[in-house]
Structures are given as structure tokens and as C-alpha cells.
């Protein structure tokens, strides 16, 4: 059995077939897994120097004089690879003291600081799979992000407590701006809230915890208020979409949750689609106490410090991408910058940060080509068994790029 | 030669949510640089009742202005889009019409066009040659 590091799920039950060197048939991952294994030859990075390609060693040198010789670097990406790697690269960053930041700063960093700092309180998927009665998904569409979610680990198994199936023993509440693919889930023993503002959502339950009338939802709230005190233990999955949606104040979600679990026991988990964010959030707070957006040469963590900033206040002269393609997922005002500084890639696949990096070396694609450890949204270690090994990969360069620092 | 409507259309004004695609994710893996990647995630979903009656069909090429960025899209119908707003998978084209504060949703309009779907190196080629 092998791991899919495609998103923060880590399903370890992944079966595949190789025909011919490489992998021709997958069973029981999800489109997104099966794509990633059936697709390891498909887009692979070449190494580069100035858009031309070149040989390893020499874009190995090229990556190497940039780091040296920069005098404010930032480190970035880093979600997509092992904890090993993650490790290096925190390194790295604290021997040049340099800046470093993750995907976690715009995705679900905020959510894990708060588990991390137990301002909330939070569990695993197989306590979820177990236990858990009422599960909500709150501005996220497992169905599309975490596409085995729903079946292998929260609605739909059988497990612990929970033996009756998901007609009876869950209750799935969905809230989110669309009718989501998930949200169309919710029929028999669920509801789907619309949702045009997440704090009056929250506000509605905080009111009818406190004996008044809700707002908003005045006949749904109170019922799924009485299904959690049925269940007794009850699951909040949080996405983007609510992240975003509080626009960065989250007292009122503490608030809700300090309430509910007045009256019933609730949890929450990201639900986060970046296979090894949470790893790279526990490594950096462990080391510093924060989990992204640090500087170790002002030893703290600052929101000048984001990915975005630095590239925005012109503050550094090098960057350093792993595994991530932030053309693709950052807005471009800020992501163009990178064509200004010395930008050194390194990821298994063709990125468009590529094509304006001064440097792209090749690496492994983690749980196929390579080994090592991830820890999934619910802080749970997964150990990944590859298909194949190719010493070319993320550690393998990351040590190569400290060898001159 | 046939009439064409679309030519007397007017900007719709709509709201963009932005999320996950699992089809489009998928072909993120095959390759960004091919055109099952153009074709999944150069793509506006629009609820079919609120795309007929403001007088756009299936396959349909538009123009998708945000601020000063726009992009040319293919629309599709889907039951998933918002009732009068529209769907975008996240990918580059998403990105360059974005900041912080709308990364999740953003205010666009729509309007027909008859150029063709915007590449991604054109958003790469219109990013670098910004002031």
C-alpha cells in the first residue's frame, strides 16, 4: 500500500499496478490521486539556467551562487514536501538568516496557529470516522479539495460508535456562498445553509445557545444545535471559504466554539488541501513559536514577513520555491516580482514560476518518488512508501544547496 | 450571414466565487502548459437559467473584465455555479484578477467577445510587461 500526498487527506490504502517502469493502474485513490500517479511522467522539470536548459550540476552551481551571494532571501513554498525537506530548508533559512513563509499565510496557517496554541480544540480523522455525529463543512467543497473526506473518513464510514450508516448515525450540515457539489449532499439527516455573511452565521448560534432567537436560520439553528447535543461529539471542518469570509478577525469563531462545547463536545479540523502544510506549521512553531511569515534575523513572525510583502516592499534580492507555483495560486500583482529577484525552483513538475526563475532544478514527486514523512490537516504522521526512488529529490537538493552556506 | 445577438449584449455585472475543481486539478497534474489545462481552467461556470436569460449559451466566448485585467473565457453551464453569479476554478487566470481582499470572490463583468480563450503564457506575457 501506498501514500497519495495530493492533498492533506494522506490516504494510505493506495494500490497500484506498473507496466513497463511506470505506474499504469491505481485503485482506491480519489481523480485527483490517481492523476498524480498516472501522471508521474507527464510535465517533469528539466534543470535550467535563465530559461535554457542545463546540466543538474551546473544549475546546482547557478542555485547555489544565488543563495550565497544573497543578502535577503526568502524561502517559500514548502507545503507540498516532506517534513526531512522542511526541515532542511527551516535550516537553510536560519543559517542565512533569512525569511521564510509557506502556502499557510493565504490558505489555512491561521486555523493551525489556533489548534496549535489550543485556543481551539481539535481531534483526528479516525476519532471523526468513530464518534463524530453532526459534521459540518464550513466554506469548503470536500467533494472537489478532499475528495475521499466524505467517504473514507467522516460521513459515510462506519467506525466506533458510528455503525448505523449515514442515514441515521451522522448529520451534515454544509455552509458555504453556492450550492456546492458537497452541499448537494445534504439531503436526508443534513442541512445546507446559504451563507452571505460566516460572522451572523455564527452569531445566530452564539444567540441560540444563549436562549434567543437566531437571526438568520431561526428553524435550522436550533435544530442542529439539538443534533449536537445528540450526538455529543460533533466535527467543524473549516476552509478557505471561511477564512476569507471573517477577513482575518476570528474571536467570533472561538467564541461559537468555546460555546458549543458548553453544551456538547466540538472540534474543529482545517480542511486544507496542501499535503504537509500542518508539517511545515508544527516544525516552525516548534522551532519559534510561529508557524509561518518568519524572519530569523529579526527572530519573529510579522505579516511584513508574508511571501507577498516581501516581494511587494521589494525587501529581498533572492527566492527560493519549493514546491509551489505561486503564478499559479498567488495574485499575479505580487507573484510577477519574482522575475525582478534571483529565483531559484525547485519541483518535480513544469511550474509557470519556472519559466521566469533564474535557475529550476528537478526534484521527486513525494510518495511516488520519494520516502519521508507528512503530517495530514489532523496533525496525524504519515509515513509515505513510494513506488519508485529517485535520488534526485527535495532533500537531496536542499542539501546540496547548504553545503556552500 | 447569421445574426449575431451576443454582439448586442450588454456587461453583465457579476459576483466570482473562486474555488477547487477536481477536473481541473487533475489536468494541473498532466501538465499547466497543455491545452487540457487551457481548456479546464479557462472557464467561467455560469448557472444555466441566469446565463440564458442574460443571453449567453453554452460554449460561448466572453470577455471577463476585473478592475483593469480581463481575460477571455469559455462559458459552461452548471448547477453549481451561484444562482446569479459565476464559478472559477483557481488557477493563473484567477490569480491575475485577484488580490488578498478578493481572493475567494470578486466583483466582474461579463460581456461577449469574438476573440479567442486567453492562454496562460498571455497572462504570463501581460504580468511581466506591468509597470
Known sequence: MHVCAGCSCLCDDIEVEIRDGSVSKVYNACRRGAGIFLNTGSSRAEPKIDGDNADFEKAVKGAQEIIQSSDSLVIYGLDTVTLEAQELAIKLAEKKEAYIDDNSTFCLGDFVEMILRKDIPSTTLEEVKNNAYVIFYWGTDPYHSLSRHLSRYTYYPRGGKRQRGYEEDRFLVVLDVRKTHTAKLAKKNARFLKVDSDEEVMRGFIDALEGRSPKVFQKDIPRILKEMEKGGFNVIFGGLGLKYGLKGDYSILKEMIRKMNERSEVYFIPAGCHPNMRGFNELLFEKTGYVNKYSFKDQTSSDEFAFHRLLEDGKVDAALIIGSDPLNSLPLQYARKLADINTVVVDPRETFTGKIAKVVLPSSIAGIEGGGTMIGADGTRIRLKPVFEREINDEYVLKRLLEVI | ?131
Open chain 2, 1 to 131: 450571414m447569421p445574426l449575431e445577438f451576443s454582439r448586442f449584449l450588454k456587461k453583465v455585472s457579476v459576483e466570482v466565487v473562486v474555488g477547487r475543481w477536481s477536473f481541473q486539478v487533475e489536468a494541473m497534474d498532466r501538465g499547466k502548459f497543455s491545452d487540457e489545462f487551457t481548456e479546464k481552467s479557462a472557464v467561467l461556470y455560469l448557472n444555466e437559467e441566469f446565463g440564458k436569460s442574460n443571453g449567453f449559451r453554452e460554449g460561448d466566448i466572453v470577455r471577463l473584465t476585473s478592475g483593469n485585467k480581463s481575460v477571455n473565457l469559455k462559458v459552461l453551464f452548471s448547477d453549481i455555479a451561484p444562482e446569479n453569479g459565476a464559478f472559477m476554478p483557481n488557477s493563473i487566470y484567477t490569480s491575475y484578477l485577484t488580490d488578498f481582499s478578493s481572493f475567494k470572490r470578486f466583483r466582474a463583468t461579463i460581456e461577449p467577445s469574438n476573440d479567442r480563450i486567453t492562454k496562460p503564457e498571455e497572462i504570463m506575457q501581460k504580468v511581466l510587461s506591468m509597470d
